[in-house]
């Protein structure tokens, strides 16, 4: 079964240094997604992806993040000066469609999520 | 805009049934509901659509109320492998907002 994957499981890095999560969403899905999740709480939106842009983006995603599909399969999550508030799981999802299209009725596959540690 | 989950935790024993709350300000379009284990990725369960129609987990169902504002999630003779975080996510445009989560833990 096709699956979403996920690299580093595990990154720790200092604060103020960079980062980039890398993922590899399902191959036939056009829309990509970064949520977080930080130890205990809920599972927040960051940023969805389609055709090679931004679809959408919380109010997280300020200019110290961004993303970017590098070729025909990455996805990646870059995160600039990092903080220690930026410690948590970090998931990708993808979509065959956008949420409200084929009358909501896609489902979201996540990856395995990278553990990101700020010291 | 994120969907509010009633209770926050609840205990179970293996065999007993669950109900899960999910509340929005606003009526749902649809409602999809993801199980997540401790350390693990969410999981995706099913959907419940506008008309009641349910696509995803056999021994899964939901319902909305009459206003469409509340989904509610049925779990019947539940299992240990029940045991997890439950979470709605309503869907917006271009994504999914989640709700605030149920710890579910299924006792032997």
């Known amino acids: 079964e096709p699956e979403v994957t996920q690299t580093p499981s595990h990154q720790v890095t200092q604060m103020g240094q960079e980062v980039i999560l890398r993922c590899v969403p399902i191959s036939n899905h056009l829309y990509f997604y970064w949520y977080r999740q930080i130890l205990g709480q809920k599972v927040e939106f960051l940023v969805s992806f389609y055709n090679n842009e931004i679809s959408e983006k919380s109010e997280i995603f300020d200019d110290q993040f961004s993303v970017e599909r590098p070729d025909g399969s990455n996805f990646t999550l870059k995160i600039r000066s990092t903080k220690l508030e930026d410690s948590a799981m970090y998931f990708c999802a993808s979509s065959e469609y956008a949420p409200v299209l084929a009358g909501g009725t896609y489902e979201q596959y996540f990856g395995p999520g990278t553990r990101l540690t700020v010291t | ?108």
């Open chain 2, 1 to 108: 805009q994120q969907p509010v989950q009633s209770p926050q935790a609840v205990i179970l024993r293996e065999g007993e049934d669950a109900v899960i709350n999910c509340s929005s300000s606003k009526a749902l379009y649809s409602v999809h509901w993801y199980r997540q284990k401790h350390g693990e990725a969410p999981v995706f369960l099913m959907i419940l659509l506008k008309g009641g129609e349910q696509k995803g987990h056999e021994k899964i169902s939901a319902s909305f109320n009459e206003k469409k504002q509340q989904s509610s999630l049925y779990l019947t003779a539940s299992q240990l492998s029940y045991s997890g975080t439950y979470f709605c996510g309503t869907p917006a445009p271009n994504n999914l907002f989640f709700g605030t989560g149920t710890r579910l833990t299924v006792i032997p």
